[in-house]
């Protein structure tokens, strides 16, 4: 684990204009990188051929060009670049649906969610929506699914990021995931 608050000090320097900043900063993020990716490609169907690697490095490409992003600290960083990562694969299954009528879409595995129905593949595309949807009806809980589920933060990590207590934090998490799985249960074909 590298020192938090040198992390902080290169995203500090970046977005004051330091560009050497970012090249310091990728292999002390690199890993958490990888491991956001990893998370996201073991929730996928295995017949999506894209590598946790060209996720981390499309993203990071991504992210080199918002070098004047207000950066709070590495969780906030790691947040975003998973929000990146999540756009970055709903925009590959777009394209891939797009290819021809029913498109390959990609599904991803709630796994986070404690239900009896976690671990089941639910589309990407549609797991989107619903956030948006979320977003529209409660904009701090879709940010603290985006921050947990995507981001892989702890609920302390998100509290302290959205300026929140922990009980909030797991009260719209709880909240959230319920919702979330019964738009999505109702928006799945029957079997």
């Known amino acids: 684990m590298h020192d938090q608050g040198e992390v902080t000090e290169l995203l500090s320097a970046w977005r004051r204009g330091d560009s050497s900043a970012f090249d310091r900063l990728t292999p002390l993020v690199?890993?958490?990188?990888r491991r956001i990716a990893h998370r996201y490609m073991a929730r996928e169907e295995r017949r999506v051929t894209l590598?946790?690697?060209?996720?981390?490095?499309e993203a990071y490409l991504r992210l080199a060009k918002q070098d004047r992003a207000?950066?709070?600290?590495?969780?906030h960083f790691l947040a975003v670049a998973a929000l990146v990562m999540r756009r970055l694969l709903v925009e590959r299954a777009r394209r891939q649906g797009a290819l021809k009528r029913g498109g390959a879409a990609m599904a991803v595995t709630l796994t986070d969610v404690q239900d009896p129905a976690a671990g089941r593949q639910v589309d990407l595309l549609a797991l989107d929506q619903a956030l948006h949807e979320l977003g529209e009806l409660s904009p701090r809980q879709a940010r603290v699914v985006e921050l947990r589920f995507f981001g892989g933060l702890t609920i302390t990590e998100t509290a302290k990021l959205l300026d929140l207590s922990p009980a909030t934090v797991k009260l719209d998490w709880q909240m959230?995931?319920?919702?979330?799985f019964e738009t999505?249960?109702?928006?799945r074909p029957p079997d």
């Not at 690199?30 to 990188?33: F, G, H, P, R, V």
């Not at 207000?70 to 969780?75: E, G, I």
């Open 70 to 75: 207000a950066w709070q600290n590495r969780a």
């Open 30 to 33: 690199y890993a958490d990188l």
């Open 184 to 187: 999505l249960r109702e928006t």
């Open 176 to 180: 959230a995931r319920a919702w979330l």
């Open 51 to 57: 590598q946790p690697t060209v996720l981390v490095h």
